[in-house]
């Protein structure tokens, strides 16, 4: 398996990010580049997943709604939350779709406990929770075996960006890492997360 690249991409808005993981999802598949993962923030966005379910508790919300090819249902992605975006050749790696989420969602779960803050899966719901409620969504897309899209971690993101939606139809409190403990610096964590995710692979 050739090696897999990492990239701290800082703060970055979402669809150029997405139109980015597309592109290289398709030269992945075409052994033309190596897969890679990308960490970053966004600037403030509400996403869809390819339903195009939208859980806007009122009329009005204060950030862009994009409508993404990913799965899943409505949720934010802003500063304060790091997204972990693989671009992995699941076909090559023999690596099923529900393992795939499984190994994500153990990642997360894994760096949490770093920080002494218990997770864990909740049973038929893909993501990662505390007993305060839900701290990492998931949404992934595979297209030619390749597998695009990725995990948000919130951090410490304002209560009110989630406030305005039913987070993925849940009804579940988001909850950032800064409930429970001090957060490190973002790409701190994101390296952290990331290198779990790599050895978990």
Known sequence: MNSMEYQWLAVQPYEPVWQMLHARADAVAA??????????EHEPVYTTGRRGVDNRLGAVLHAPVVHS???GEMTFHGTGQIMLYPVIHLRNREIGVKRYVHLLEQSCIELLKES???AKRNCGF?????EKGKIAALGVRITKGVAYHGMALNVDV???????IN???LCSAAVSISDFTE???LS?????WQNSFQTLL
Do not use: H, M, S
């Open 31 to 40: 052994a033309l580049q190596n897969e890679i993962i990308y960490c970053c």
């Open 69 to 71: 090819d990913r799965g």
């Open 116 to 118: 002494g803050i218990d």
């Open 126 to 130: 893909p993501g990662v929770w505390t």
């Open 158 to 164: 304002d209560p009110k960006w989630f406030a305005a």
């Open 167 to 169: 987070p993925c139809g």
């Open 183 to 185: 957060p490190q610096a």
């Open 188 to 192: 701190d964590l994101a390296n952290r």
